[in-house]
């Protein structure tokens, strides 16, 4: 079946450094890829998303990369912030479709 | 304006009781969806309304599960009878519109749900 980034890892840095987080895809036929941040009781949260036609994409202190040739989807966010702490998620959506299917997630903790 | 609204934030139930959650989604919002992460998994997709139709429902895992949206506005997911593996969080979600163009799907806070 379809699986998006099943890892669950924990990623820990130092507040200030750059991160980078990880996912791997497995449906060559996806077309969109989000990211979103959970904080602990909260909802998924929109950070930054990306079509296939693209490799990259900035937005405010965060940036996405793009590997189809590898179906490899990073987030990197620069000078990480305490706020910063919580739970990555990729997902992936076909064209035209309205199906997210998410990754397990990645913890991310912000040493200060 | 207000985000995607869920209710119960969070139920504690036994094992048989009914529990039904509910969804207000983002005014003006025709399209809604439900997602759930149940213990040690990734979140998953249940179902996606467009308006009050039932557009997709391919994740409902069996029939104990009931989706509802009257109206075309808020929606209702009810369990019955709940089981101790329905024990998770049940996200709701809304668009504006469907698919990804230009896109941005909003999730609630999410009703925990406890069946003991």
């Known amino acids: 079946g379809e699986s998006v980034g099943l890892h669950l890892p924990t990623l820990s840095v130092q507040e200030g450094d750059n991160s980078i987080i990880n996912c791997a895809y497995s449906n060559s036929a996806s077309d969109y890829f989000i990211w979103y941040k959970q904080e602990s009781g909260k909802g998924p949260q929109f950070i930054i998303d990306i079509r296939s036609n693209m490799d990259k994409r900035q937005g405010q202190r965060v940036t996405v990369l793009l590997n189809k040739t590898v179906k490899h989807l990073s987030l990197q966010i620069a000078a990480t912030q305490p706020g910063d702490s919580a739970v990555y998620f990729c997902?992936?959506?076909?064209?035209?479709?309205?199906?997210?299917?998410f990754g397990a997630g990645t913890i991310l903790r912000v040493k200060s | 304006e207000a985000g995607v609204t869920q209710f119960p934030s969070h139920s504690v139930i036994e094992k048989g009781q009914t529990v039904t959650l509910r969804c207000d989604p983002i005014?003006?919002?025709?399209?809604l969806y439900w997602y759930r992460r149940v213990m040690g998994k990734e979140i998953k997709f249940l179902l996606h309304f467009v308006k009050e139709s039932k557009q997709d429902e391919s994740g409902m895992p069996n029939n104990r599960f009931l989706a509802e949206r009257t109206g075309g506005t808020y929606s209702t997911l009810k369990v019955q009878p709940a089981e101790l593996e329905d024990s998770g969080v049940y996200f709701c979600?809304?668009?504006?519109?469907?698919?990804?163009?230009?896109?941005?799907?909003?999730f609630g806070e999410g009703s925990w749900l406890t069946v003991v």
């Open positions: 005014s003006g919002h025709d399209n």
């Open positions: 997902a992936e959506m076909k064209e035209y479709g309205n199906k997210l299917v």
């Open positions: 979600a809304s668009s504006q519109t469907g698919g990804y163009s230009g896109n941005t799907i909003y």
